[in-house]
């Protein structure tokens, strides 16, 4: 590749542009810009060649139409050294353009903004930088492409050093273009498809997956397996301390968040996480009293887990978080007491609540291999008293109904076949994740025993339909005097009068929360 003579620069995002566009001139190169761009150049003292100079042809349709024009993409297409392509450029006059640095109206920044009309998500549709970007990138034999100003260090690096970039640099750069370039056309795409259709709640026709690295991974659930994270996470958490996350943390407190969502407007709120399960969930006048409810529900699973709260870590609770061995611990905040308690702990991580991640995409992605995936949208239906419907001949409580509501959003965060037995403002037994729904309850009962919780008087939750009466025998005389389950089972009418019979109020759902 002969040394770079031209540039041709049009950003949206200008940030590191008269630092590096200083570089280039110092190296002799002449820069060829368009509208708000060139005018930030000229303002720095640099001397710029307007687009419609270059082309001859005038900017026009408020600026629709600037680049889309054969002397800029036959300066970037043109093959350097084919006879056909040098005679071709010759002929029309169209000299080359060795590097482009161009990145895009902001597409993704505008459909981010509440209440975005359809005219400004449309205006920040970009045609020509696209087109430029795809130019350059399939000829990055010869030209230099750059769409991110992350990478003007290294290109400036290598200009002041040889005039020019290797062609390792190039690949590697055209290969950023068309990540860039599917993932913006994804955006627009996504964002159109939900604006055109009657039923927001259609699924796409394609699905295009394209996220931004976020960070590498040590390694994925196993040290033998490559991962990596992506996405828009560092937007909903701030990581405040601690060691890197892993592949777990990340799996484990994204569940964690996604829970204490449920609470988010409730007292002080405090919730243990183990492999993604609630295994204890407190509520109380602050937080210190949360976390012993929480704690006391099962005091060996929380060795190595996840905690989180609803409201900023006081330094009092920190105290007592502190006395055992956490991966992470999540909060809407931290005070400086607290923070100056858990970063003690230096392999402790710390991670701040940003934004509330059930607020973004509605819908879950999962990888099933064979090249395929499974979309869904998130679950996020919630109970009130004025959908549940009392199937026994006692109703419940005033107490156990709040028991109920309480368990009720715990349960659909355990994963399936899951029981939590609960108080008002506790859980007092979980069981998780079993093949049949009456070991799960066997579990939860052996786990309250091992805590020294009573079940006397508590409510039974129940994330899918009781197939048998065995499950609510098996509760009736663990203690519980309640039920709330979804019903559906074809032996629903032999689990009721099983309630009856032995005076239990039960209320249905109408709503399954299986979590596999």
């Known amino acids: 590749m002969a040394k770079i003579q031209r540039a041709l620069i049009s950003v ?20 060829i810009s368009t509208g708000g761009t060139a005018k930030t150049l000229r303002e720095a003292g640099l001397t710029v060649k307007d687009i419609s100079e270059y082309t001859g042809f005038p900017e026009m349709l408020d600026g629709r139409v600037k680049t889309l024009h054969p002397k800029v993409h036959g300066g970037l297409l043109f093959i350097r050294g084919n006879e056909t392509h040098e005679a071709a450029a010759k002929t029309h006059g169209i000299t080359p353009i060795d590097l482009v ?65 290797t062609l390792a640099l190039r690949r590697q750069l055209a290969a950023k273009v068309y990540a860039r370039t599917a993932a913006y056309d994804a955006a627009i795409a996504a964002h159109l498809q939900k604006e055109f259709s009657a039923d927001q709640n259609s699924l796409p026709p394609a699905l295009t997956i394209s996220a931004p690295l976020a960070q590498p991974l040590r390694y994925g659930e196993n040290p033998h397996q490559v991962a990596a994270l992506y996405g828009k996470f560092h937007e909903f958490f701030q990581q405040l301390h601690g060691k890197e996350l892993s592949y777990n943390n990340i799996l484990d407190l994204t569940a964690a968040a996604s829970l204490i969502t449920e609470f988010e ?35 060996q699973a929380p060795f190595g887990g996840i905690i989180v709260v609803n409201q900023p870590l006081d330094g009092t609770c920190a105290e007592a978080i502190a006395e055992i061995f956490s991966e992470v611990i999540v909060a809407p905040d931290f005070s400086t007491e607290a923070l100056a308690i858990l970063q003690q702990k230096k392999n402790l991580r710390l991670l701040k609540i940003l934004k509330n991640p059930t607020a973004a995409q509605p819908w879950d992605l999962r990888g099933v291999g064979a090249d395929s995936f499974l979309l869904q949208q998130r679950d996020l239906k919630a109970a009130t008293i004025g959908n549940l419907k009392i199937v026994t001949q006692r109703r419940p409580t005033e107490q156990e109904m709040r028991a109920m509501l309480f368990g009720w959003r715990v349960v659909k965060h355990v994963k399936s076949n899951a029981i939590v037995y609960a108080g008002i403002d506790r859980t007092l037994g979980v069981g998780a994740g ?49 039920a709330i389950q979804p019903g559906g089972s074809v032996k629903d009418a032999e689990v009721i009068a099983a309630a009856d019979e032995r005076g239990m109020a039960m209320a249905f759902t109408g709503t399954r929360h299986f979590r596999h």
């Open 265 to 299: 407007n409730d007292p002080p709120t405090l919730a243990i996480l183990k492999h993604t399960n609630p295994c204890g969930l407190g509520q109380g006048a602050n937080l210190r009293e949360a976390w012993d409810k929480a704690f006391a529900t099962d005091k």
């Open 101 to 165: 640095v161009v990145n895009l109206y902001p597409f993704e920044q505008t459909v981010a903004q509440t209440a975005v009309s359809l005219h400004d998500a449309i205006e920040n549709i970009d045609i020509g930088g696209p087109s430029m970007l795809r130019s350059a990138a399939k000829n990055h034999d010869s030209v230099t492409v750059v769409v991110s100003p992350k990478d003007y260090d290294e290109v400036a690096r290598q200009i002041l050093a040889a005039g020019k970039t």
């Open 12 to 31: 949206s995002d200008k940030a590191g542009l008269v630092p590096f566009a200083q570089i280039l001139a110092q190296a002799g190169i002449e820069i």
């Open 434 to 482: 079993q093949m049949s729904r009456v070991d799960s309850s066997r579990i939860a009962v052996w786990k309250a025993g091992e805590a020294k919780l009573s079940l006397k008087d508590s409510v039974v939750c129940s994330d899918a339909f009781f197939p048998f009466p065995d499950g609510l025998i098996a509760a009736s005389e663990a203690g519980a005097t309640a």
